[in-house]
């Protein structure tokens, strides 16, 4: 059968030619990309190929944060890039895996449904089970494909072109899922579509028990069915997904917050809601995995502490907080929201420069900074949000050891 053209084209890159331009084009450098692509076209190289390889190269160079130092050898779109998993968070989703087949057991073989260019595939393969991986656009299969190669995972890990929802599952130990969840404008999509949809999630679980997958963060609580553990991730702070396990892949717990790199847990069932009370010596802002999970009474009880405010993720202390699941403050002022005094406040300090965080409030930073007219060399951080249904300010120092 004759290849897309995409595809055809992407394959002539994967040539002894095409690797070797794409050598003289990487690392990726911005300004010297013109004359290396002039330099290549007086060599006689065709500059659909040139181009392709200056394509890949900088999309290497973009990846590199997102994916490590394996992304040095992968080939991607830059829509495949944006979908990718973190290498740190595959990694995590892999482990529940491995934990399915101790002694690398060769016989597991995990379905990874919707791969994509392979983030998670590679990341699963690494870990132990063979992969198979579906995907329905051809040419982000090939890329799929050519990272397996690439990566040294031939004969742990392959791509199949085709529509997951038409996948039989025979002899398909475990599933994992990762359904695009944007559209061509990247816009957030609803659950119901998703593409496949978060129906059909439920529907492979019902077929294969060991079943995990990836869901967007904001996904609604009231969708998630009972008997599975949702787990909020955070990387570097960052809110990135809400992983779903289902059967053996689920611990006991219906719902966790995960913190990467640290890999700092919280678990409970997202039901219970912190009390409130008034503003003490120190404030935590909870993660955000940890607020998204629906455990900051959770925190609470860590951290002995209660919120500013019954409908506000702050929590307020007497004692230095001890946790890593937040960033934590002292807090020096706590005043009624108002920009004269506050401005007099700042003044009186020299305080040229704020860092403004806010939750509960609807001043934004941007309107807020010019009506303050700054003067001075000394910082300081502000917090707008409600205290006991009071729009406030907090000043607050930022602790920079929690421990
Ligand atoms: C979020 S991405 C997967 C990213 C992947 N986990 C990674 O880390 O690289 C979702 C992928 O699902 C594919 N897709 C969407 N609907 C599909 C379907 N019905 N069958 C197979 N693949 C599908 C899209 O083309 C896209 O590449």
Redesign the pocket.
Known sequence: MEEPGPVAAFRTLLTPQGQAVLDRVSPYDEERALGTAETLRAEGVDPALTSAALTQARLRARARDRLGPAAERMFFTA??LE???RASV?ARHAERYAGLAPGDDPELLVA??????????LALARAGPRVLG????PL?AAL?SANVEALGLTGRAAVRV????EMALDGVGAV?A????RDSHGRALAPHRW??PFS?VIDVADRVAATGA?LAPGVPHDVLPAGTEAEWVSDGGDLVECALWFGPLATDVARRATLLPSGATLTGDGSRRAEAGPVGRYLVEPDPAVIRAGLVAELADQVDGRLVDPTIAYLSTEHRPRTVLGSAYEVTDVLPFGVKRLRALLRERGVGRVTVKKRGTAVTPEQLRPALRLRGDAEATIVLTRVAGEQSVLIVEPLTSQW
Do not use: H, M, N, Y
Not at 114 to 120: M, P, Q
């Open positions: 829509a495949g979908q990718a998993t595959a990874d449904l919707c791969c994509g260019l392979g983030s998670d595939l579906v995907e329905r656009d982000t799929a085709g529509d997951a929802t994992f990762d359904p695009a969840r593409s496949p059909f990836k």
